[in-house]
């Protein structure tokens, strides 16, 4: 199947510095990218939508200027979270279909962030 | 707006069938997914489902669907110790078609 990855895998970092994660699509094009956060033992919340060449469409709640995400080009998607804070601390996952087979998505193994 | 709800935990021993249940809210759902997590890990697609079919089966899992209940299972023959996971069921709408809602997660732990 198509394959995603993430990077970084795990990252710790201070209060109030921003941390960057990327998303990859690594053998096929993605217009559209999602991202989501899972806090321990619970499930997965849709954050925002990640549009190829265009903004991003947040979910209700989310705040887009706190969770920055830019779709540069058809294989890469990146969320900032910017100024974090410990209860940004989470499990970021990010998925994308495959083309036009909208009826699938892969994920990305997931990036565990840890503020301090 | 959309709920998906499922059991929290379930427990079976090496060899028996495991049914993981689901029930869902949004009536315009169109398709539902079986999600597999291991530890540490992000979410593997074991299966799919379109709102008009009853049953689907791969292998050892089968999926049932009750549209008129909005209810969903997932059973696991012969369930390995490999299985154990967190298994999540997720429904999409024709509204946001490639939307996922996630269910609340079912921890299954298979014992030897």
């Known amino acids: 199947g198509a394959v995603v990855s993430q990077h970084p895998s795990w990252v710790i970092c201070k209060s109030g510095t921003s941390v960057k994660i990327e998303c990859r699509s690594l053998?096929?094009?993605?217009?559209?990218m999602f991202w989501y956060r899972q806090f321990p033992k619970q499930s997965l919340m849709l954050m925002a939508t990640?549009?190829?060449?265009?903004?991003?469409?947040?979910e209700q709640g989310v705040e887009k200027d706190k969770f920055l995400i830019n779709h540069a080009s058809l294989t890469l998607s990146t969320l900032t979270v910017t100024s974090a804070h410990p209860e940004d601390s989470s499990f970021y996952i990010c998925?994308?279909?495959?083309?036009?087979?909208?009826?699938?998505?892969?994920f990305g193994p997931g990036t565990r962030l840890t503020v301090l | 707006g959309e709920d998906v709800e499922q059991s929290l935990f379930l427990s079976v021993r090496e060899g028996d069938s495991s049914v993981i249940n689901c029930t869902y809210t949004?009536?315009?759902?169109?398709?539902l997914y079986w999600y597999k997590q291991e530890p540490g890990a992000g979410l593997q697609l074991l299966t799919y489902?379109?709102?008009?079919?009853d049953m689907k089966q791969d292998q050892r899992l089968t999926v049932l669907l009750n549209k008129k209940d909005k209810h969903l299972s997932l059973r696991i023959a012969d369930t390995q110790t490999g299985d154990s996971a967190i298994y999540f069921c997720?429904?999409?709408?024709?509204?946001?078609?490639?939307?996922?809602?996630f269910g609340t997660g079912t921890r299954l732990l298979v014992s030897p």
């Open positions: 489902i379109f709102s008009n079919m």
């Open positions: 998925s994308a279909p495959p083309g036009r087979s909208y009826n699938e998505q892969f």
């Open positions: 053998d096929f094009q993605a217009t559209t």
């Open positions: 949004d009536s315009s759902s169109t398709y």
């Open positions: 990640s549009n190829e060449g265009s903004k991003a469409t947040y």
């Open positions: 997720a429904e999409s709408s024709w509204e946001g078609f490639q939307k996922l809602v």
